[in-house]
């Protein structure tokens, strides 16, 4: 799947759209979702130009990647979850439910989860 500039993260990195911002360095930009699930639910989003987690984890310079972790964990940390707990996830293509075409991973934390996965009929 090609690169989609006009998706709605591409936006934001080039401050077209506005974000609520909560860290930002040379690899990464992290806000909060406009439509949070839990207390604490930032998006931590590579710059780089990658579709997804399969496209991030195939292409992406080691050096991207590295920063990417790092910056999960200290976006955790600032936010007061890595103490209490914290889940992050991405959603990958359609099975995995992927709204948006430019990869990103999603914090939840500030109450209990529940559940990885909520069971459906098949
Ligand atoms: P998904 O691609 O399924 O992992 O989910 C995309 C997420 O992006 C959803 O949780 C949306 O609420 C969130 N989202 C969409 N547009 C914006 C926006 N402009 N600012 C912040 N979050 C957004």
Known sequence: MAYDDTNIFARILRGEVPCDKVYEDEHVLAFNDINAQTPVHVL?????????????????????????????????????????????????????????????VHLFGGRRLGRMITPIAQ
């Open 44 to 104: 931590v989003v590579p710059k780089g130009r990658y579709v997804s987690m399969d496209d991030f984890a195939a292409n992406a310079p080691d050096e991207e990647i590295v920063a990417f972790v790092r910056a999960v964990g200290k976006i955790a940390r600032d936010q007061g979850v890595a103490e209490s707990g914290y889940r992050f996830l991405s959603n990958h293509g359609e099975d995995g439910r992927q709204e948006v075409p430019h990869f990103h």
